[in-house]
């Protein structure tokens, strides 16, 4: 069975910084293209970023130079490192994996971040 936990979300001051981290199990998480997606109430869950299984990166647009992605296949983990946060990147943060091949998706359970003064 395939878990995603994340964990590292609260609450922090505009400007602030928070790490969340999503640890895989049930598999060689090495073979997952991982991403990141946040979901506000009401909206869409959209995608924050990814990291191939080489270790390349990408975000959008509006975190480029704010967040940055990286992963740990030793402990099957990857990271969002989230620096000079802002009232709108408060949502839930929620850890995907895909595994390269088969297409398998799975999905964590979310961590909650809001930024507020």
């Known amino acids: 069975q395939v878990q995603l936990v994340e964990s590292g979300g609260g609450l922090v001051h505009p400007g602030g910084s928070l790490r969340l981290s999503c640890v895989g199990s049930g598999d060689a998480f090495s073979l997952y293209v991982m991403s990141w997606y946040r979901q506000t109430p009401g909206k869409q869950r959209e995608w924050v970023g990814d990291?191939?299984?080489?270790?390349?990166?990408n975000q959008r647009r509006s975190v480029e130079g704010r967040f940055t992605i990286s992963r740990d296949p030793t402990k099957n983990a990857v990271y969002l490192q989230m620096n000079n946060l802002k009232p709108e990147d408060t949502a839930v943060y929620y850890c995907n994996a895909i595994k390269m091949g088969s297409g398998d998706e799975f999905w964590g359970q979310g961590t909650q971040v809001t930024v507020s003064s």
């Open positions: 990291i191939s299984t080489g270790g390349y990166a």
